[in-house]
């Protein structure tokens, strides 16, 4: 298949590994940002293929992850309200709130749907006017766009009974906080493809520059990665520290700037707490002044508690790159996908849910 079967072929894959043990001649740490490329690289051995002075580091690039106790608690408050009916991705529905999940809300009762787009949570809106429809708005840059043209829609339609939770989140902000860190490991960073095919580098090349950090923009197959790494590597050996991209055939620097501009026109930048690490400043989008009364937490009055966290789950750690899934006492003991103790072990793009499904499970 095109674009499919030469990004996943092993002569190639072997001969780009071979190049990588050739260049090595020092111990380097690299990390990926983007839960998919983590995923990839544990059902491929990709770690495997490498210099055994080689450390690979896995940061924060699940948006399920990433998004904090406190909006889970609201989003948990809002279903719980009978006028209420509670739209999400399905990822979100498992992900661990203060002392329950969305998905147990919706077994009490509680009115919970699973999209597969936000725009059709303007459909149940439509169909349902003497209810209130609310659509949980997570994400990094990716999904941005398609949350903004939502909000947009629902505004040209006149919908009062439409609303979001929104948990949009930016990427470049979260590495910047990483490489900040007094103990950051960080020596090289493979930047995530589908974030920078909406958003570009531009933003990266600052980060680049100021912390002095060669970072890839990388795809998401074998090859991808193994390129990536190959191309982290050469910098880190020459001493050089530039954005290069990686996945050519999809992203460009500027990014796409149509939909960069559908984002901006509905978003504005907002500082934002992040699962694991706190608020972050200027990380994060809110609604515009302008679409502010399609801003749920506005909308409805939540009173919601301090929000806790499982005192056995590192996910905050792991999520930071400072540890590994194995390194968690609870890792596929107490915390297993059936019965998850932190988010990184129930969304699709979560590093222990990578660890557990591809048997990377300690002895």
Known sequence: MKFLDEYRDPVAATRLADEIHCITTRPWTIMEVCGGQTHAIMKNGIDKLLPATMTLLHGPGCPVCVTPIELIDKAIALARQPQVILCSFGDM????????????????????????????????AEENPDREVVFFAIGFETTAPINAATVREAKRR????????????????????????PDCRVQALLAPGHVCAVSGWIEYERLSATCHVPIVVTGFEPLDILEGIAMATRQLERGTTTVENQYRRAVKREGNLEAQRVMNAVFEVTDRSWRGFGVIKASGLVLRDTYSHYDAERKFTLPIPAATESTECISGLILQGRKKPPECPAFAVRCTP????????VSDEGACAAYYRYNRVPA
């Open 93 to 124: 529905l498992r992900v661990p709130g203060s002392s329950r999940d969305l998905l147990s809300v919706k077994a009490e009762g509680a009115d919970v749907r699973t999209l597969y787009s936000p725009l059709d949570s303007l459909k149940i």
């Open 158 to 181: 006149g919908l009062p009974n439409f609303s979001v939770l929104v948990a949009q989140v930016l990427v470049p902000p979260a590495i910047a906080a990483i490489l900040d860190a």
């Open 338 to 345: 059936a019965r998850p103790l932190g988010a990184t072990m």
